[in-house]
């Protein structure tokens, strides 16, 4: 679990935003400069072999839709039992979750993190999902990560399109909040 904890710090999702051309040489940058975990979207197997590699080159896990890399993020919560049976014990689950009672249910169902838009579910229903559960949670999308500071989160994610310019610093005002 603590290998888990430490990845999810500063998830990255790789969205159709970046080209496969330019997806390998984005990625190691945003790795150098604080990103802890890669996340691709979509199905091509190119862009999943790209990420794939520079996640292998530096030890970090590369999570799928799919199940493809290291494990699945899943968009809901009854999809984590059938992944969890898919991909194994030793595969890495996560998946969405908008209030405490999924979030229960989700761990129930074998996920080994969870991820929470903050933006839509709001820091009160953040916090109490990281009370209700005993797994990782990455919050989705801050608009200011001071502000997670005290809410109990394992990470703060990002998607490509909306990454902030300065990763550097965005990594460090993460390592200020866990």
């Excluded at 984005?26 to 794939?52: F, M, N, P, W, Y």
């Excluded at 933006?119 to 005993?134: D, M, N, S, W």
Aim: aromatic share 6%; charged share 20%; net charge negative.
């Amino acid at each position: 679990m603590s290998e888990i904890k430490k990845h999810l710090a500063f998830y990255l999702v790789i969205d159709e935003s970046w080209t496969t051309g330019e997806l390998a040489q984005r990625c190691r940058q945003a790795v150098e400069q604080g990103v802890t975990c890669l996340d691709i979207l979509g199905s091509d197997q190119d862009r999943i072999a790209a990420v794939q590699q520079v996640a292998i080159e530096h030890g970090l896990p590369c999570i799928t839709q799919f199940g493809d890399g290291d494990g699945a993020y899943l968009p809901t919560v009854d999809m984590v039992a059938d992944m969890r049976q898919k991909l194994g014990a030793k595969a890495i689950v996560g998946c969405t979750v908008f209030g405490a009672g999924e979030a229960k249910e989700a761990q129930k169902a074998g996920a080994d993190y969870l991820g929470v838009p903050v933006q839509r579910t709001g820091l009160e229903t953040l916090k109490a999902i990281c009370a209700a559960v005993g797994i990782p949670v990455v919050a989705y999308e801050p608009k200011d990560i001071a502000a997670l500071h005290g809410c109990g989160i394992n990470g703060v994610g990002f998607l490509a399109q909306a990454m902030p310019a300065d990763l550097s610093s965005t990594a460090a005002a993460i390592a200020e909040v866990l």
